[in-house]
């Protein structure tokens, strides 16, 4: 009997022309999304090539200069053999983020999180606390990507053609006659779901695969394909969870028009309002520290170290009056530089300490809370495996910093033992090379996600399979 019924809601269904429309609309959906997540991608690659060049460019009319002196030593060096001009001022370096292949598929935290800082020797709060102006309708919606159509759009499909499949036999009188036949409502009802829940699976998986190939993704890869299957179980666990829902509502008894609001209402709970709650949770038991007490915490900071070297300045000048009229060297001034940079990195550090503590507790009161709603659940498991959540970029950050310690050693040291930029130096120079975290820890990050979706459709169904067992015809 389950074969005979799903073969004619397969013909029904073939026939159906808002249900090839829905189909139409999610593969249409789902490639704009894939194009505008990669172009997203591409402007950033384009513009930290660009970035990249133009430090290239700069570092090599540096070098050309001071070979050119190193070449003849005539007179005074050029200003840019003096390191503290170079790493202090002149010269900074492009840290850039590379992202994962299938990233566009999910922005992520691509929308807030800068993917390059241009680090210099100074402290690391001076790049880190810098940061470019986003559109804030951008912030407010999300970028419109894939994961976007799987999280937001697919659950409103799904509802479009699962809302009625009890409740329209019963009030066209139909589903008397069907149980009078012998069918039992548990197998009309699976059967009806199943076909489906099967076509969509099916749409879905070539619609995951065209989307990673639009977006580059190199199939050949092992670790490719892998993650590609994560990606397409997470969405198809979360589709499964709005199909064992619509089964449950079914099971209501309740009219078509009210379960397609009743419907439409958990769609605004699980995806909208529960993730803002979350967001707001989150916020109020961990704020972030004030920036405007940053700036002037940095500011007051500054004019003490100011205020500190000028005093030293004119103690050292009235011990050496004879020294009263001359000009500070470039080295001395950049020493004091340094000072001015110590103090106020001193004050700065533990404010910005309070502020990683703050960001690392609040992303861990929303790990614990994604489980309040598979629209969390999901998204966060799909950032997690293209490398677009807040793990990969704690590590993006961790890696600058080892690196501006490196950057700035190196700079500092010729600065305070007054030594000059050669031509060789700028060799030397340390280069950033971005490590990629290893593919397990993201894969390990989906287990928790898509247990709790797996854990969440047994319920649906069991309880819903009870309800069918009392579910009057007429």
Known sequence: MFKIIFRQELHVLSSNRTWWGILG?????????????????????????????DEITTQNALKATVGRYDANPVGDPPTVASPGNVGLSILGHYTVLSHDALAPLSVGQSDVQPFYYRVTAHPSHTFLSASEIHNPLTQMTGSFDVAFVMIFVLPILIIAICFDLMSREKEGGMLGL?????????????????????????????????????????????????????????????????FALAFLVNAMNWPSVTNGVVLANLWL???????????????TLYPAPSRVHLTTEMREATEEADKAAAESREAYLFDHPDLAGATGSLDSFYIQILATDAAVEKVVTPIMAQFSSQATKREGVVSLLQYTSPAIAAQQAMNALVGTGNAHFEDFVSQVLRFHENWR???????????????????????????????????????????????????????????YSHYPVV
């Open 178 to 242: 069907i149980a009078a036949q012998g069918v039992s409502l548990r197998t009309l009802i699976l059967a009806k779901v199943v076909v489906r829940a099967g076509i969509l699976i099916l749409v879905l998986l070539a619609l995951v695969v065209l989307a990673a190939a639009l977006v580059g993704a190199d199939f050949s890869q092992p670790s490719t394909l892998i993650t590609v299957a994560l990606w397409f179980a997470v969405v198809v666990g979360y589709a499964a969870f709005w």
């Open 409 to 467: 050693g190196f700079f500092v040291g010729k600065i305070v033992k007054s030594q000059r930029m050669t031509a060789s130096d700028f060799d030397a120079i340390p280069i950033f090379t971005y490590t990629a975290p290893n593919p397990a820890a993201a894969r390990d990050a989906t287990v928790g996600p898509l247990v709790f979706l797996g854990i969440s459709i047994i319920v649906l169904l069991g309880w819903a399979v009870r309800r």
């Open 269 to 283: 709970l699980f995806v909208v309002v529960l993730p803002s709650i979350v967001n707001v949770v989150a916020s």
């Open 25 to 53: 609309l999610l593969i249409l959906l789902t490639v704009l999304a894939a194009l505008n997540g990669n172009a997203r991608f591409e402007q950033m690659s384009a513009t930290a090539a660009k970035l990249n060049q």
